[in-house]
């Protein structure tokens, strides 16, 4: 599923997870918004989430993971797995066209409508329109230079920003601490 909407990097490197997404909002080829903010924080600054997709879905989406955090506060991917579940089998939720990220001390994990809940091997995801182009930028810049997390988000995002014109320049970036 590839969604023409935004951008959204997540960066497991050095001690920290930082995940970044640009502000673009479209609307069919026309730009609507420049300076949305499509990362979330939940849980008191523990987890921290970014979507893609539809905007009004990918809310829709974060309330039920939030609830599904509340349920399972000190286990991030069992309340991701639950809400994939929850939206594979929901009749309502199948309908929804959006995805999130999720990244906490311990985990980066992609949560999709197919029932997809993705850890990478290397804590590297990006999704939305240029998630592969910064995908491939952060793997280069993990391999190949000395920046932390939050500095390779925000290059690989500026480089999915100068390629795919669905992403722009208008960057937020967080950071957790990881746990060893």
């Not at 490197?13 to 609507?32: E, N, W």
């Not at 997709?53 to 000190?74: M, N, S």
Request: glycine content about 10%.
């Amino acid at each position: 599923m590839k969604f023409r909407s935004t951008t959204i990097l997540a960066v497991r490197h050095k001690g920290s997870v930082a995940i970044g997404g640009d502000g673009q909002v479209t609307l069919g080829d026309a730009i609507m918004k420049a300076d949305a903010t499509k990362i979330r924080s939940l849980m008191d600054g523990r987890v921290i989430t970014g979507f893609a997709g539809a905007t009004a879905d990918a809310f829709a989406l974060l309330e039920r993971f939030e609830a599904k955090l509340k349920d399972y506060p000190q286990n991030t991917p069992r309340a991701a797995t639950e809400l994939a579940k929850e939206w594979r089998t929901d009749k309502a939720l199948r309908r929804l066209e959006a995805m999130i990220v999720v990244v906490d001390a311990k985990n980066v994990l992609l949560v999709s409508g197919t029932g997809d809940v993705i850890q990478p091997t290397d804590g590297v995801i990006g999704i939305g329109s240029g998630g592969s182009f910064a995908l491939a930028a952060a793997r280069a810049l993990v391999s190949h230079s000395d920046m932390n997390a939050s500095e390779i988000v925000r290059a690989a995002l500026g480089i999915a920003g100068d390629i795919c014109v669905y992403t722009n320049s208008n960057i937020v970036v967080e950071e957790l601490k990881c746990e060893i």
